[in-house]
């Protein structure tokens, strides 16, 4: 792996996207290599149910401005691996991840 040094003047006029696209890929490989079964965008919508309780999957979609059948896709290989869990509510008859 490549050492950065800060110190270098190079990087002072180093376009910014760089230093983010470089930190995706550290993500990217980080996940390949410790979790064989979550992908980068499994990742996403992992986290954001985590920060956002109990969301259902329209407001996932919304919130990651996806189709709600990207959304379903997804959630649905999460919850056969058991990462997530989908819950049916009485009171309004939509799905509700936890």
Do not use: C, W
Not at 11 to 23: E, H, Q
Not at 47 to 76: G, M
Request: charged residues 30%; aromatic residues 14%.
């Amino acid at each position: 792996m490549v050492s950065l040094n800060f110190d270098d003047n190079r990087l002072k006029s180093t376009p910014f996207f760089y230093f983010i696209n470089y930190i995706n890929v550290l993500h990217d490989n980080f996940l390949k290599e410790n979790f064989k079964d979550i992908t980068p965008r499994d990742f996403t919508h992992l986290s954001n149910i985590f920060y956002h309780e109990n969301i259902s999957q329209k407001e996932l979609a919304n919130l990651l401005y996806v189709s709600e059948a990207n959304v379903a896709q997804i959630i649905k290989r999460l919850e056969k691996s058991g990462h997530v869990k989908r819950e049916f509510l009485k009171d309004d008859h939509g799905k509700k991840i936890s």
